[in-house]
Structures are given as C-alpha cells and as structure tokens.
C-alpha cells in the first residue's frame, strides 16, 4: 500500500510539475511584424478555419501558452472551411506588439484561424481578419461570396480548444493510476493464493 502510495505522489508531483512549467515558460517579446499582405487564396489555403460571427465574450485564456492571451467566443454566422461550429472560440495575444487582434464584444468579424502550438484555433493581426461593418471587411465578405459555404457543425469547439494536452496528460495520469491499482490488487490475490 506504501508503494502505491508513493506512485501517487511521484505522479501528482510530476504533473503538478508539467503544468507549472507550461504556465511560467513565457515566450520572448517581440515587436509585431506581419511578412508580406497575403493573397485571399493563400489565406484560405493556410487558414484551419475560416468563419464569420458575432462576438458574445471575451475572456483571458485558460491554458494558453502565451501569458496574456485572450479567449474569445463567437456566435458563428457562416462558416468557409470544414471543422466550423455554431459557436467558435479563439485564442489571440492580449498585446498588439505581440501580434494580438483587437475583438470587440458585440461586433462581427471575418475570421481566419490557424491551430496554435498548443492545439487551440488562434488568430492574430496577421492573419486577415476583418470587422464586418468596415469597407475592408464588406470587400473581403465579397471576396468569399465566391467560395461556397460550409455547414456548420452542431455545438461549440470550446471544449477542445486549448484543452486538447492537458485533456491528454489528464487522461494518462487517470490511466497510470488505475493501473497501478489493478497491479497492485492482482499482486496481493497472487500472494494470498500462494
């Protein structure tokens, strides 16, 4: 019983530890440089998901790698990817210098989303967005008109995004545990049986 005990401990420290590094391992500042305007193609080719809406909240990011990110969640209104939920919810630096978009709640936005190192749909001043009621945004809203519309998918990606490691590292830990137990179990009936 000492040795499962000792497992245990061993396990929680280790993540405890895993997820004390994830959060203080902060990522070196850095002025916001967009490369080169991409075309409409190349920011749909490179683009995870593309999508309009509406934003309802915006909130700091629960589990993000950037220290100040902020999490904002959209009522979607057409979507021109596949992967697109009824309600969208994306990640961007809370820092202009460091490329962060500027949401406002209330207001619609085109969204180009991109998967970030962490596994959650972000964007960023870089990847084409656009405020609806701006011209920019009417003239990239024609712009789309020409790709064909995509289903939305029931629900929300919410859960899944930013989640995705520490969902995994949860579910090993719960996995390691409970076979540590049945080892442990199966080891002590063989031992009464002897």
Same mark, same amino acid.
């Given at each position: 019983?000492?040795?499962?005990?000792?497992?245990?401990?061993?396990?929680?420290?280790?993540?405890?530890?895993?997820?004390?590094?994830?959060?203080?391992?902060?990522?070196?500042?850095?002025?916001?440089?967009?490369?080169?305007?991409?075309?409409?193609?190349?920011?749909?080719?490179?683009?995870?998901?593309?999508?309009?809406?509406?934003?309802?909240?915006?909130?700091?990011?629960?589990?993000?790698?950037? &220290?100040?990110?902020?999490?904002?969640?959209?009522?979607?209104?057409?979507? &021109?990817?596949?992967?697109?939920?009824?309600?969208?919810?994306?990640?961007?630096?809370?820092?202009?210098?460091?490329?962060?978009?500027?949401?406002?709640?209330?207001?619609?936005?085109?969204?180009?989303?991109?998967?970030?190192?962490?596994?959650?749909?972000?964007?960023?001043?870089?990847?084409?967005?656009?405020?609806?009621?701006?011209?920019?945004?009417?003239?990239?809203?024609?712009?789309?008109?020409?790709?064909?519309?995509?289903?939305?998918?029931?629900?929300?990606?919410? &859960?899944?995004?930013?989640?995705?490691?520490?969902?995994?590292?949860?579910?090993?830990?719960?996995?390691?545990?409970?076979?540590?137990?049945?080892?442990?179990?199966?080891?002590?009936?063989?031992?009464?049986?002897?």
């Amino acid at each position: 019983m000492k040795r499962i005990a000792h497992t245990l401990l061993v396990l929680l420290t280790c993540t405890g530890i895993l997820f004390t590094i994830s959060g203080l391992t902060a990522k070196s500042a850095y002025a916001c440089s967009c490369a080169v305007e991409s075309s409409f193609s190349d920011k749909l080719k490179r683009a995870e998901a593309v999508f309009s809406g509406k934003v309802i909240a915006i909130r700091p990011a629960m589990i993000s790698s950037e &220290w100040n990110a902020k999490q904002v969640t959209l009522d979607v209104q057409q979507g &021109w990817s596949e992967g697109v939920h009824q309600r969208m919810s994306v990640e961007t630096s809370g820092e202009s210098a460091a490329c962060g978009y500027t949401f406002e709640k209330g207001s619609s936005y085109i969204v180009y989303a991109y998967d970030n190192e962490g596994g959650a749909l972000a964007t960023s001043a870089c990847s084409g967005n656009y405020k609806l009621s701006s011209l920019d945004g009417a003239a990239e809203l024609k712009r789309l008109s020409t790709v064909a519309s995509i289903p939305l998918l029931a629900g929300s990606n919410i &859960w899944l995004n930013g989640y995705r490691l520490y969902a995994g590292i949860l579910v090993s830990a719960v996995v390691i545990i409970w076979a540590s137990l049945w080892i442990s179990r199966h080891r002590r009936r063989h031992r009464e049986m002897k």
